[in-house]
């Protein structure tokens, strides 16, 4: 018989749940008992500190061959609102960052229909030319299968290139549900979840480490959500390729999911994070995206199992087109801030949490 005790002592002793017991936590009400549970494994883990990194998003176009239905960014070519930068706009972009301070900058945007393989490739070089010193994150799974297809070039060809042209590593976006009846209702032009894990796997085999998101709060149900960090959990054993897992709070307001979607509550999202770090026991970070959070949860997150906050940000587009309320971006003095409040201790790392400075 599940009970919170039986799963309590098991994670003290240090063993992994299962499905059934992550569902039997959703399904509870005893929230602080949960967050107790994942501040264990979480100071195990990483103690009292918790990462973030100076970066800056840089959205290269919202023009999209897909219009997925929770989606509030992407536009169509000539459709009021469409933008697409130029190489050297986006290099412009990465040069100001790294002046700034910026160690990473983080690349995603629309499947645009006009734009050949090359363009990325040559913004990759730019960047890597004029902002020696940031890392270059990019390049959803989506995005890395519609690189494939436009080029004629397999998938193990276009992460090749890419690499050779300056990127570091890949965001963990598009993941949304992996559950592919979920995937049918809200994003049918996508690729399946299946292809994304497979696109992961071949991305982490060929050295580059990945994020991985979950897109909760719209028309899921509990049981999708621990079957979607069961595949994660499951690939992770596989490969060890994934750095942090980032559960993202849905935002109803733009969206054409709207219905009868209010979006999540704070008890919701602090289950969520709490769960998700019992459950993913071979991930080493949880991140609060602040963005979609609001300030005030992810800071309260980082007593239920979080160590990480994510970044400066500047200039994010995607939620806050989704209706976000948060600001576009934090100061590297103000995520310090949000941290030291908590009772823990701010460390700067690197893309690859290489720490910087602590604080």
């Known amino acids: 018989m599940i009970t919170l005790e039986t799963i309590s002592t098991q994670v003290r002793a240090g063993q992994r749940i299962t499905t059934d017991e992550a569902m039997f936590l959703f399904n509870s009400n005893d929230l602080l008992a949960i967050g107790e549970l994942a501040a264990l494994v979480n100071e195990r883990k990483n103690g009292e500190n918790v990462f973030f990194n100076v970066n800056r ?108 042209a300056g990127l570091g590593s890949m965001p963990g976006g598009g993941a949304e549900i992996l559950v592919e009846a979920v995937r049918q209702k809200i994003c049918p032009e996508k690729i399946s979840g299946a292809r994304w894990l497979e696109i992961i796997r071949l991305a982490h085999l060929a050295g580059l480490k990945s994020n991985a998101t979950m897109l909760y709060g719209h028309v899921e149900t509990v049981s999708d959500r621990v079957a979607h960090i069961e595949m994660l959990r499951n690939l992770q054993d596989e490969t060890g390729g994934f750095q942090a897992f980032i559960p993202l709070a849905f935002q109803a307001e733009n969206s054409d999911l709207k219905l009868d979607i209010k979006g999540t509550s704070g008890l919701d999202d602090l289950k969520t994070l709490a769960i998700s770090r019992i459950f993913l026991d071979n991930f080493d970070h949880i991140k609060a995206y602040w963005i979609m959070l609001g300030e005030k949860i992810a800071q309260v997150s980082l007593a239920f199992g979080v160590n990480d906050l994510d970044g400066t940000v500047a200039e994010e587009k995607i939620g806050h087109d989704a209706g976000a309320k948060s600001p576009q971006a934090q100061t590297k003095e103000g995520i310090i801030r949000l941290i030291r409040k908590a009772g823990k201790t701010a460390v700067e790392r690197d893309t690859l949490y290489h720490p910087i400075r602590t604080f």
């Not at 002046?99 to 990759?124: C, K, N, Q, R, S």
């Not at 390049?139 to 998938?155: D, M, N, P």
């Open 57 to 164: 998003h840089i959205n290269p176009t919202n023009v999209c061959v897909n219009r997925c239905a929770f989606c509030a960014f992407s536009r169509t070519a000539g459709e009021d609102g469409a933008y697409t930068l130029t190489p050297d706009e986006i290099c412009r972009r990465a040069r100001e960052a790294e002046a700034e301070g910026a160690t990473e900058v983080h690349i995603v945007g629309g499947l645009h229909p006009d734009l050949a393989f090359e363009f990325y490739l040559e913004t990759m070089k730019g960047i890597r030319h004029t902002a020696p010193k940031l890392h270059i994150k990019a390049f959803t799974a989506v995005e890395i299968e519609y690189l494939a297809r436009i080029s004629g070039l397999t998938i193990e060809q276009v992460l090749e290139r890419l690499i050779s």
